[in-house]
């Protein structure tokens, strides 16, 4: 069992950067690999960027590509997503969700996700 709470969430203009981060506890984080997606108010959740248990792969969405960054520092159990030239088209709530398993890919299905966190509102302001 793992239990994730995200934060970092709130309201930027557009062209700014906000940090999100995903605080886990319960089963050993290291061996998850961690995602995070969005969900936009009338759209289906959709996902953002992920990185592998040992940390050696990441992948975006191209749509944030190039603007957001994830990475996890296991010795706190948390990943981060580092959101930077936000746009109107970000606004969201945003999760974060744990995948069990050694997986040696990035997996961008939210159904195959174990474990999800409750979410952060980001909103940007154009």
């Known amino acids: 069992q793992v239990l994730l709470v995200e934060s970092g969430g709130g309201l930027v203009q557009a062209g700014g950067s906000l940090s999100l981060s995903c605080a886990a506890s319960?089963?050993?984080?290291?061996?998850?690999?961690m995602g995070w997606f969005r969900q936009a108010p009338g759209k289906e959740r959709e996902f953002v960027a992920g990185?592998?248990?040992?940390?050696?792969?990441?992948y975006y969405a191209d749509s944030v590509k190039g603007r957001f960054t994830i990475s996890r520092d296991d010795a706190k159990n948390t990943v981060f997503l580092q959101l930077n030239s936000l746009k109107p088209e970000d606004t969201a709530v945003y999760y974060c969700?744990?995948?069990?398993?050694?997986?040696?890919?990035?997996?961008?299905?939210?159904?195959?996700?174990?474990?999800w966190g409750q979410g952060t509102q980001v909103t940007v302001s154009s």
């Open positions: 990185v592998t248990w040992s940390g050696g792969r990441t």
């Open positions: 969700a744990a995948v069990a398993g050694r997986l040696t890919r990035v997996i961008t299905e939210g159904s195959k996700y174990d474990y």
């Open positions: 319960g089963d050993t984080f290291s061996l998850y690999g």
